[in-house]
């Protein structure tokens, strides 16, 4: 199983990015495709998610309403649209598959992609 995410750059506050998670050697069926963020010094935080089966969406609190995920099945792709950044949005950004009961535990998740870096910043 391999997880690439790739998109991350910077960008200015109020700006946008679209990040993407492209999927491989997953089998098929339910399961999960979440987006993570890591800070310098906190822990990594559950940012989104989206179930592949019926397109389910979760998001924390602190991105609802700017952030959109999605997915392209055929493709085997997730996406991140990031809008209206902010500062307190530069991270690592990671995705990650699994079948969690939690969606915004890291550990709920067994296969992760290398992180790819966001940031916010004029």
């Known amino acids: 199983v391999q997880l690439q995410a790739f998109g991350g750059g910077l960008a200015q506050p109020g700006g946008s990015l679209r990040l993407s998670c492209a999927a491989s050697?997953?089998?098929?069926?339910?399961?999960?495709i979440g987006w993570f963020r890591q800070a310098p010094g906190k822990e990594r935080e559950g940012v989104s998610c989206?179930?592949?089966?019926?397109?389910?969406?979760y998001y924390s609190d602190s991105v609802k309403g700017r952030f959109t995920i999605s997915r392209d099945n055929a493709k085997n792709t997730v996406y991140l649209q990031m809008n209206s950044l902010k500062p307190e949005d530069t991270a690592v950004y990671y995705c990650a598959a699994g079948f969690p009961t939690l969606w915004a535990i890291p550990h709920e998740y067994a296969y992760w992609g290398q992180g790819t870096q966001v940031t916010v910043s004029s």
């Open positions: 050697g997953l089998a098929s069926g339910v399961y999960a």
């Open positions: 989206i179930k592949t089966s019926d397109g389910f969406t």
